[in-house]
């Protein structure tokens, strides 16, 4: 079974640019969730989608947004990119009827300018 | 507040040196506890899933273990391709759905 894919893994934008990340995850999985990892603040989580609808959100700003298609594939967006989006965005996929443990991706490694 | 913490911060062994990593947590609704193992530049690896107090899973020279307040990742006789981080999360029930909070992280050095 083909593991969780996140593209692009590498992204350098310039500050006040947007960006949009992908994650396809594990097939039958439904449930997809967003972190983003820092060396100062670990792992942080963004937001959880189940059915293409948001389920659950971190404590993040309005900037960062997301999204569930049909086939379960997530996106999520940050738009007027600041210095400190700097971070490994890691997407995560789990089954909903458990066990409950997720999957992670390799992660997106955006750097802001 | 739902809390997840992992002790110590760093820890360095000689390789063959057993020891054991500490994840403490206060939440309400516990669905389970996750091990997950992280390498410089890439996503966690799952490695465990504990759902009630009492209960153990063992893989290679790693077990867990799980009590109502706290979990024990133990190492036994490391080898350095152990080195890694060692990440807890802790799942909880919450509005509409569930949470997953990860404690910080434990930075296991394993020298030969």
């Known amino acids: 079974k083909a593991g969780v894919t996140q593209t692009p893994r590498y992204l350098i934008k310039t500050r006040g640019q947007q960006v949009t990340l992908s994650c396809s995850p594990i097939s039958g999985h439904r449930s997809v969730s967003w972190y983003q990892q820092t060396p100062g603040q670990g792992l942080q989580f963004l937001f959880e989608?189940?059915?293409?609808?948001?389920?659950n959100k971190g404590n993040f700003p309005g900037r960062f947004s997301g999204r569930q298609f049909s086939n379960s594939r997530s996106e999520m967006n940050v738009s007027t990119l600041e210095l400190g989006d700097s971070a490994l965005y890691l997407c995560a996929s789990s089954s909903d009827r458990g066990p409950y443990e997720q999957y992670f991706g390799p992660g997106t490694r955006l750097t802001v300018t | 507040e739902d809390q997840v913490t992992q002790s110590p911060e760093a820890l360095r062994l000689q390789e063959g040196e057993s020891s054991s990593l500490n994840c403490s947590y206060t939440?309400?609704?516990?669905?389970?506890l996750f091990w997950y193992r992280q390498d410089p530049g890439k996503g966690p690896e799952f490695l465990f899933t504990l759902y009630s107090a009492g209960e153990e899973k063992e893989k290679e020279r790693l077990k867990a273990t799980l009590t109502k307040k706290e979990s024990f990742l133990h190492i036994t006789a490391p080898k350095p391709e152990d080195s890694a981080t060692y990440l807890c999360a802790v799942q909880a029930s919450w509005t509409g759905g569930f949470k997953t909070i990860f404690g910080a992280g434990t930075r296991l050095f394993v020298k030969a």
């Open positions: 939440v309400s609704g516990l669905r389970g």
């Open positions: 989608y189940f059915s293409e609808t948001q389920r």
